[in-house]
Nanobody, 111 residues
Framework: QVQLVESGGGLVQPGESLRLSCAAS????????MGWYRQAPGKQRELVAS???????NLADSVKARFTISRDNAENTVYLQMNSLKPEDTAVYYC?????WGQGTQVTVSS
């Protein structure tokens, strides 16, 4: 079955960067769209970025100028490069593939 493992979260100051990784197994990774979502305390989970099997990307307006999604099909991994982080980016970040969620990684942006 599909398994997703996120990593790369942490505590950073406003304006700093992080790169999240999501390693997939149990799936023909190159054939599927991948998505990054986030959920802040008391809020609904929201789509942050997605990338189709063909490489088309979609980013939420709130992150479009700051975040980049990419994938390495040879490594079965999808990345989320997050620059110029803001306190409002604080959330648990999840990746999703074929309806399966990873366990999430916490990102905290605070001075």
């Amino acid at each position: 079955q599909v398994q997703l493992v996120e990593s790369g979260g942490g505590l950073v100051q406003p304006g700093e960067s992080l790169r999240l990784s999501c390693a997939a197994s149990g799936v023909r990774f190159s054939m599927w769209s991948m998505g990054w979502y986030r959920q802040a305390p008391g809020k609904q989970r929201e789509l942050v970025a997605s990338m189709s099997a063909g490489g088309e990307t979609n980013l939420a307006d709130s992150v479009k100028a700051r975040f980049t999604i990419s994938r390495d099909n040879a490594e079965n991994t999808v990345y989320l490069q997050m620059n110029s982080l803001k306190p409002e980016d604080t959330a648990v970040y999840y990746c999703k593939c074929r309806g399966v969620w990873g366990q999430g990684t916490q990102v905290t942006v605070s001075s």
